[in-house]
């Protein structure tokens, strides 16, 4: 079992910054795949971003690249975003997924571990 924990969100105007982390434990693996999705209210839960075991590789949603960015230090087990420009449509709650081998990295169910997610607010 893995178990993932988000943290770092909040409430910030529009073009302001965050920086979420995910925090994995249990048995943990620097070979895991990790994403980061995000579920605004009505909505379905959708993907931003990828990262490989080795943080070579990273995918992102249109809509953020440019402004998020994925990375990972395996040392510490942890995957984070940073996102930048922020917009209130960016405002949802965002979760982190992991897993051994994913067939594709921007579906929700090529993931196995999630967090309990961490609200991102982006105001006017």
């Known amino acids: 079992q893995v178990q993932l924990v988000e943290s770092g969100g909040g409430l910030v105007q529009a073009g302001g910054s965050l920086r979420l982390s995910c925090a994995a434990s249990?048995?943990?693996?620097?070979?895991?795949?990790m994403g980061w999705f995000r579920q605004a209210p009505g909505k379905e839960r959708e993907f931003v971003a990828h990262?490989?075991?080795?943080?070579?590789?990273?995918h992102y949603e249109d809509s953020v690249k440019g402004r998020f960015t994925i990375s990972r230090d395996n040392t510490k087990n942890t995957v984070y975003l940073q996102m930048n420009s922020l917009k209130p449509e960016d405002t949802a709650v965002y979760y982190c997924?992991?897993?051994?081998?994913?067939?594709?990295?921007?579906?929700?169910?090529?993931?196995?571990?999630w967090g309990q997610g961490t609200q991102v607010t982006v105001s006017a």
């Open positions: 997924a992991a897993d051994y081998s994913v067939i594709s990295y921007k579906v929700v169910t090529s993931y196995t571990y």
């Open positions: 249990g048995r943990t693996s620097s070979n895991n795949h």
């Open positions: 990262i490989s075991w080795s943080g070579i590789t990273k």
